[in-house]
């Protein structure tokens, strides 16, 4: 924590998005609900984060997703970010958001991010 925010020290990027990854588990998603994920977001140079909703596996292909994968362009600004999704898979208790700092795009320089204010609401 700094300044009351999260701040993710990235030293390493990996070759692929989710990797590292920042990540929290044990959400309730019930089929045919709508959700909406909101949280603020910045980093200490431009830089893209993907963030994921769905079930980890314990095997190949590892996770499934409960909406598409949402890329957001960061800014060294701290702003608010949100997306929608319908939850149109089997009521799920221990769902999982993903925000993944790795590789997108080009984009895997070291660098700082910081998030504060993550909510995930049944609408």
Known sequence: MENGEL???????????????????GLLFENGN?????FDARADIPR??????GKE???DPWFISFAPG????????MERYSF????????YKDGK???E???????NAATNIYLDNVVVTKN
């Open 7 to 25: 701040k993710v020290a990235i030293t390493q990027v990996g070759g692929a998005s989710y990797a590292p990854q920042l990540f929290q588990k």
């Open 84 to 91: 929608s999704f319908d939850m149109s898979e089997a009521t």
């Open 57 to 59: 596996l314990s095997y």
């Open 97 to 99: 958001i993903v925000f």
């Open 48 to 53: 893209k984060m993907i963030v994921n909703i």
């Open 101 to 107: 700092l790795g590789n997108i795009e080009g984009g």
């Open 34 to 38: 709508s959700y909406t994920v909101e």
């Open 70 to 77: 949402q890329v957001f362009d960061l800014t060294t600004e």
